[in-house]
Structures are given as structure tokens and as C-alpha cells.
């Protein structure tokens, strides 16, 4: 079903490059962009596209509230990685955050999410598609760049595939570290880079990385993404391949990361 977008989009950011990818694409096509940063990491590059960016921790729900209720905001965007580790480091829980904590059974990223779309909702606020203003950057099927992977490296991104696949239901992580088909370590609360540093060094060389989707990925939160970052991180720890699945992730930096791969005998695909 087709949404009939609004001039005025609300961006709720949060760390990497995403959100400025996002605002900019969002500008040159003609939508005015108001920004809600919930990371310092990008705010001077949000400012060059987005009409005003304000300043909040992800504990300030009340604040952001009443933000997009001032600006009479209809629909926004949640973009950008706000692990819990983010959350650790800015600790302002206003009264609503707080209540939520105490009636929360679950933490998982999902429900903490949903808990926020239902909030919006009660104002009349919309929370899109993360990929309706990225869909450029969405990764098609295939290897990408010239490196090509063996027939051993194959068997593990199909066994690392399936696992990820399990922790995704759980809703623990989207990516798994694997060496001759074992799994070296499972994506938690560190993120995607921090899972690659722990699972090569007990890996060592050519370990494999598989990043996927969740079975039930809501669109509107926490799609998959990777760029050069994360291959810089894979050649600092010597991991040979990165997997990711095909159409249901976010590539940013495309032309430069498989630049870098193809200089660093990295062999990046998407199933």
C-alpha cells in the first residue's frame, strides 16, 4: 500500500551515516527535513540538508514528543544505529522512558521500537519505511567487485546464514562471525564491528560474516546495514568474506567499500 508523504519530514537520527544519507536524499527531492539527533557523530553533516536539528538523548521520549508536536510533524523516520550502549552513555530517562523501563518485560530492541511507535501514534504521527527515501541504497543479489568466493567460504555463509537467521527471531543480533563452519561469535549489544573483532580473533584468518534481516523485520526500525566501516574493521581483524542478504540491506558508501575490497582481497556478496 502507497503512503502519500508529507513535505515535512521528522528524522529521527542516530549514529553513522544513514541519517545524513537519508536527510540529503529527502532535500534534493524536495522534502523539508526536521532532525532529531540522538548522536553527536553526526550532527554538524545532519545541519547541510536538514532545516533545524535538534538535540535529545534517547531517554527524552517527553521531549521529543513535544519537539515534533511543535513542529507539527505527521510522519518521520527512525534511521541510524541506537544501541543500548548509546543509551548507557547519555542515562536521562524523563518520567515516560521511566515508566516504560518499569512495565517493560522485555529490552530487546524490538519492543523498545514498538513502544515508540505506539507513543507517536497517540499524537498522530506516522513512522515510515526506513528505505522510502534510500532505496538506491538497497544491495542487489550478487558478488560485488571482483574478488570471488570458494566453495568452502560458500558452505559457511550458508551455515552462518541459518544461524543468523535463529538469533534474528530472538531478536538478539543480525550477524554472526563463522570459521569452517563454526560459529565463532553472535552479534549482542556490542554491534556488528565488536562482533567481527571478537569472532576473528578466535578465528584468526579468512573468518566469514553473515548479516541478515529478521525473519519478521519491521521496516520502519532496525534494517541491516554495512559499508566501509565495517570492512575496515574486517581487514584490521583479516576476515575474509562479508554476506548479506540481498534486497533486505542497506549498503552505504557502495562505490568506496568495494573499492576497498577489491584492493584488500575482501570478497563482499548478497544472497
Given at each position: 500500500?502507497?503512503?502519500?508523504?508529507?513535505k515535512?519530514?521528522?528524522?529521527?537520527?542516530?549514529?553513522g551515516?544513514?541519517?545524513?544519507?537519508?536527510?540529503?536524499?529527502?532535500?534534493?527531492?524536495?522534502f523539508?527535513?526536521i532532525?532529531?539527533?540522538?548522536?553527536?557523530d553526526?550532527?554538524?553533516e545532519?545541519?547541510?540538508?536538514?532545516?533545524?536539528?535538534?538535540?535529545c538523548a534517547?531517554?527524552?521520549?517527553?521531549?521529543?514528543k513535544?519537539?515534533?508536536?511543535?513542529?507539527?510533524?505527521?510522519?518521520?523516520?527512525?534511521?541510524?544505529?541506537?544501541?543500548?550502549?548509546?543509551v548507557?552513555?547519555?542515562?536521562k530517562?524523563?518520567?515516560?522512558?521511566?515508566e516504560?523501563l518499569?512495565?517493560?518485560?522485555r529490552?530487546?530492541?524490538?519492543?523498545?521500537?514498538?513502544?515508540?511507535?505506539?507513543?507517536?501514534a497517540?499524537i498522530?504521527?506516522?513512522?515510515?519505511?526506513?528505505?522510502?527515501?534510500?532505496?538506491?541504497?538497497?544491495?542487489?543479489?550478487?558478488?560485488l567487485?571482483?574478488?570471488?568466493p570458494t566453495?568452502?567460504?560458500l558452505?559457511d555463509?550458508?551455515?552462518?546464514?541459518?544461524?543468523?537467521?535463529e538469533?534474528?527471531?530472538?531478536?538478539?543480533?543480525?550477524?554472526?562471525?563463522?570459521?569452517?563452519?563454526?560459529i565463532?561469535?553472535?552479534?549482542?549489544?556490542?554491534?556488528?564491528?565488536?562482533?567481527?573483532?571478537?569472532?576473528?580473533?578466535l578465528?584468526?584468518?579468512?573468518?566469514?560474516?553473515?548479516?541478515?534481516?529478521?525473519?519478521?523485520?519491521?521496516?520502519?526500525?532496525?534494517i541491516?546495514?554495512?559499508?566501509?566501516n565495517t570492512?575496515?574493521?574486517?581487514?584490521?581483524?583479516?576476515?575474509?568474506?562479508?554476506a548479506?542478504?540481498?534486497?533486505?540491506?542497506i549498503?552505504?558508501?557502495?562505490e568506496?567499500?568495494?573499492?576497498?575490497?577489491?584492493?584488500?582481497?575482501?570478497?563482499?556478496m548478497?544472497?
Amino acid at each position: 500500500m502507497s503512503i502519500e508523504l508529507e513535505k515535512k519530514q521528522g528524522l529521527i537520527a542516530g549514529n553513522g551515516q544513514l541519517p545524513v544519507c537519508l536527510a540529503k536524499n529527502a532535500k534534493e527531492n524536495g522534502f523539508e527535513v526536521i532532525a532529531i539527533s540522538l548522536s553527536a557523530d553526526n550532527k554538524n553533516e545532519l545541519k547541510k540538508y536538514c532545516s533545524k536539528v535538534y538535540d535529545c538523548a534517547p531517554g527524552e521520549v517527553l521531549k521529543i514528543k513535544n519537539i515534533i508536536l511543535d513542529e507539527q510533524i505527521k510522519q518521520l523516520t527512525f534511521i541510524g544505529k541506537v544501541s543500548k550502549s548509546l543509551v548507557v552513555k547519555r542515562p536521562k530517562f524523563d518520567s515516560l522512558a521511566i515508566e516504560f523501563l518499569k512495565q517493560a518485560k522485555r529490552l530487546n530492541d524490538d519492543a523498545i521500537m514498538l513502544f515508540l511507535v505506539d507513543e507517536l501514534a497517540k499524537i498522530g504521527v506516522t513512522v515510515l519505511d526506513q528505505t522510502i527515501f534510500i532505496k538506491n541504497l538497497m544491495v542487489p543479489r550478487g558478488v560485488l567487485g571482483k574478488n570471488q568466493p570458494t566453495e568452502a567460504l560458500l558452505s559457511d555463509v550458508e551455515y552462518g546464514f541459518k544461524i543468523a537467521k535463529e538469533m534474528g527471531e530472538l531478536d538478539i543480533g543480525q550477524s554472526v562471525v563463522i570459521k569452517d563452519r563454526m560459529i565463532m561469535a553472535i552479534e549482542a549489544i556490542e554491534g556488528t564491528d565488536k562482533c567481527i573483532k571478537r569472532g576473528c580473533k578466535l578465528g584468526k584468518k579468512n573468518s566469514v560474516i553473515v548479516k541478515v534481516s529478521k525473519p519478521k523485520q519491521d521496516k520502519r526500525f532496525d534494517i541491516p546495514a554495512f559499508g566501509l566501516n565495517t570492512l575496515k574493521t574486517m581487514k584490521k581483524y583479516k576476515a575474509k568474506l562479508i554476506a548479506v542478504e540481498a534486497n533486505e540491506t542497506i549498503f552505504v558508501d557502495r562505490e568506496k567499500t568495494i573499492e576497498f575490497a577489491d584492493k584488500n582481497n575482501i570478497i563482499v556478496m548478497a544472497v
